[in-house]
């Protein structure tokens, strides 16, 4: 599985983004699909996921309310809507793709490479 990462951007403050994800080869519905974060000099860190099949979503506290993750089983995509963008969540964003588990790095299988989100103040 190879993943493609789209999307990021400069924004300001407040301002919305949407990442996307896309998938090349076979996407079971056990998959779990996840985007991940790392800022300069921080460790990465989970931001959302979501059952491929089920369709169930999971958020990070610091997300919850202001990100949505959805797919597209269709088109073998994974979308991070961003809304009421902070500072604070200025990273390199990357989705991933695991047989199982939800939060941790380590479980996930397939990583796509990093798109630049950069919310100036």
């Known amino acids: 599985v190879q993943l493609q990462a789209s999307g990021g951007g400069l924004v300001q403050t407040g301002a919305s983004l949407r990442l996307a994800c896309t998938a090349s080869?076979?996407?079971?519905?056990?998959?779990?699909m996840g985007w991940f974060r790392q800022a300069p000099g921080k460790e990465r860190e989970f931001v959302a996921a979501?059952?491929?099949?089920?369709?169930?979503?999971y958020y990070a506290d610091s997300v919850k309310g202001r990100f949505t993750i959805s797919r597209d089983n269709a088109k073998n995509t994974v979308y991070l809507q961003m809304n009421s963008l902070k500072p604070e969540d200025t990273a390199a964003y990357a989705c991933?793709?695991?047989?199982?588990?939800?939060?941790?790095?380590?479980?996930?299988?397939?990583w796509g490479q990093g798109t630049q989100v950069t919310v100036s103040s």
């Open positions: 979501i059952r491929w099949g089920a369709g169930r979503t």
């Open positions: 991933a793709a695991a047989f199982s588990g939800i939060y941790s790095v380590n479980e996930y299988r397939y």
């Open positions: 080869g076979r996407i079971y519905s056990s998959y779990v």
